[in-house]
């Protein structure tokens, strides 16, 4: 995909910087931006600095897009390997990392898979999460030979703990295997 500027026809009525439905662009030195596939088919229209220098162009955000959902699918498929590596009954078909952008659950598990692991996976893989200078505050806090957990709740919402993963996963699995 590539991006190029809308010439002065295109993104201006009556003289005047608009988006198409009449808005005015918030900030003098932003300009219209056409996104085009590789065969020049327009896909949408989508603000960006006037400049490409430093900027977000529409090329960059397609980038950041698709790094993202990169990453996404990393942790998707580290979580997936996690739960197979734990749960040795269990073969690669039975936990599945789902497609980007796949409406449901990251992680789908089959009937057996559910059975040993009753839980709904959703992953998020993002560059910061407030929640993480939480965590670091528990970590700090936390003395010796204890596992740092976070409980949050915001209003009108159920608390969730939040704990590390490998953590979780060992003593989830530890829990199962006693209970059998």
């Known amino acids: 995909m590539r991006g190029e500027a809308l010439d002065h026809h295109d993104q201006t009525h009556h003289g005047q910087n608009q988006y198409p439905l009449g808005v005015e662009l918030p900030d003098p030195t932003m300009r219209w931006w056409r996104v085009r596939d590789h065969q020049g088919q327009d896909l949408s229209l989508t603000t ?39 749960w040795l009954s269990l073969e690669p078909d039975d936990v599945r990392s789902t497609s980007m952008g796949a409406g449901g659950e990251d992680i789908q598990l089959s009937p057996a898979a559910r059975s040993l692991l009753p839980l709904s996976i959703e992953c998020k893989n993002l560059q910061s999460m407030a929640f993480y200078k939480w965590y670091d505050q528990a970590v700090a806090n936390c003395p010796k030979d204890c596992e740092p957990i976070v409980v949050a709740k915001a209003n009108h919402r159920t608390p969730v703990v939040i704990v590390d993963a490998e953590y979780f996963f060992d003593h989830y699995e530890n829990r199962k295997q006693k209970r059998r």
């Open 48 to 86: 960006g600095p006037m400049t490409k220098a430093g900027g977000k162009t529409p090329e960059r955000i397609d980038m950041l897009t698709a790094s993202a959902k990169q990453k996404g699918r990393r942790l998707q498929q580290w979580v997936a390997t996690q739960i197979l590596e734990r």
